[in-house]
Each structure stands twice: as structure tokens, then as C-alpha cells.
């Protein structure tokens, strides 16, 4: 939901993407929490948990995976600063409700801006990455619910989402 009165901050005076200039914010401690979900056949779930998946340990992979793509997010997305990322955690806990991975990832910093991108962008590369190893015995799997679940820190202050 947009806040009123907010301007995009990535978009100069005639409209041009820039990367925002954060050199006058406070260095403050900031995290953010995203998650998201990869939905499979019960049959490939059972495989990913066994650890008899092809390419090997699926949820290990993945895991290692969003960890580096969450440090590496300003080299993917254009006007994302690079930052010393102080902490990041990937979580995948298989579900058999769904059926599928719930994916979680937590990533926090002592900087100038913030880390929600880092923390999506760790979500995503995990569960593209339980995709790409377990894809082989199910195309049919979709990747749902990437999203931002919580963020602190920094001048805007406490996020967390509605469910």
C-alpha cells in the first residue's frame, strides 16, 4: 500500500532513475525479513527431503544460494548500494500442507539504508534454485508469495505485513 504524499526516490526532477545519495543518513542497525514459497508434487517434496534429488542436497544448495545472492543484490538490481551485510539467514522448511519449500530469509546491517532488496533477493534466488535442481522430475512447480514480511531500522521506521 502506497503512503501518501511518498516520492519515488530512485527518480530525479525530469524523471531519470539515479541512485539516491544516502551519504547524510544515520548509520543505524537495520533488517529486514521477506519470504516466499516453491509449491511441488508431494512425490517431489518427499525426494527434496530424503536428499535423493540428482543434482544433491536441494534445501543445502539452496540455502548457500540465497546467502550469496543476497550479498551480491547491488550487482542484480540496478540502483541497489552495495553494503557490508552484517548477517544473513536462509531458512527452507519443507511443507507438506502445501505441498512444498516455505522459504525465509532474515538479513541485517549497521548502515545508511536498507536491506529488504537483499533479503527478497535472497528468497528468490532460493527458490529458483530449488527449482533448477529437482526441476527434472517436476516442471510443474511454481515459485508464489515472494514478499517483504518485516523491516526495522532507518528513518521510515517499523514495517511489518498484514497476513
Same mark, same amino acid.
Given at each position: #500500500?502506497?503512503?501518501?504524499?511518498?516520492?519515488?526516490?530512485?527518480?530525479?526532477?525530469?524523471?531519470?532513475?539515479? #541512485?539516491?545519495?544516502?551519504?547524510?543518513?544515520?548509520?543505524?542497525?537495520?533488517?529486514?525479513?521477506?519470504?516466499?514459497?516453491?509449491?511441488?508434487?508431494?512425490?517431489?517434496?518427499?525426494?527434496?527431503?530424503?536428499?535423493?534429488?540428482?543434482?544433491?542436497?536441494?534445501?543445502?544448495?539452496?540455502?548457500?544460494?540465497?546467502? #550469496?545472492?543476497?550479498?551480491?543484490?547491488?550487482?542484480?538490481?540496478?540502483?541497489?548500494?552495495?553494503?557490508? =551485510?552484517?548477517?544473513?539467514?536462509?531458512?527452507?522448511?519443507?511443507?507438506?500442507?502445501?505441498?512444498?519449500?516455505?522459504?525465509?530469509?532474515?538479513?541485517?546491517?549497521?548502515?545508511?539504508?536498507?536491506?529488504?532488496?537483499?533479503?527478497?533477493?535472497?528468497?528468490?534466488?532460493?527458490? =529458483?534454485?530449488?527449482?533448477? #535442481?529437482?526441476?527434472?522430475?517436476?516442471?510443474?512447480?511454481?515459485?508464489?508469495?515472494?514478499?517483504?514480511?518485516?523491516?526495522?531500522?532507518?528513518?521510515?521506521?517499523?514495517?511489518?505485513?498484514?497476513?
Amino acid at each position: #500500500m502506497a503512503r501518501a504524499g511518498q516520492k519515488l526516490t530512485h527518480l530525479g526532477a525530469k524523471g531519470e532513475a539515479r #541512485m539516491v545519495d544516502v551519504s547524510a543518513k544515520a548509520e543505524t542497525e537495520r533488517e529486514a525479513i521477506a519470504a516466499g514459497c516453491v509449491i511441488m508434487q508431494p512425490a517431489t517434496l518427499a525426494i527434496v527431503r530424503k536428499g535423493d534429488a540428482q543434482k544433491g542436497d536441494v534445501l543445502g544448495t539452496a540455502r548457500i544460494a540465497g546467502i #550469496m545472492a543476497a550479498k551480491r543484490t547491488h550487482e542484480l538490481i540496478p540502483l541497489c548500494h552495495p553494503l557490508a =551485510l552484517s548477517k544473513v539467514e536462509v531458512e527452507l522448511t519443507p511443507n507438506a500442507k502445501v505441498p512444498g519449500i516455505d522459504v525465509q530469509a532474515r538479513v541485517k546491517v549497521f548502515g545508511k539504508t536498507g536491506v529488504e532488496m537483499e533479503a527478497l533477493t535472497a528468497v528468490s534466488v532460493a527458490c =529458483l534454485t530449488v527449482y533448477d #535442481m529437482v526441476k527434472a522430475i517436476d516442471r510443474g512447480m511454481r515459485i508464489e508469495n515472494i514478499r517483504l514480511l518485516e523491516k526495522s531500522g532507518g528513518r521510515s521506521g517499523h514495517y511489518r505485513a498484514k497476513d
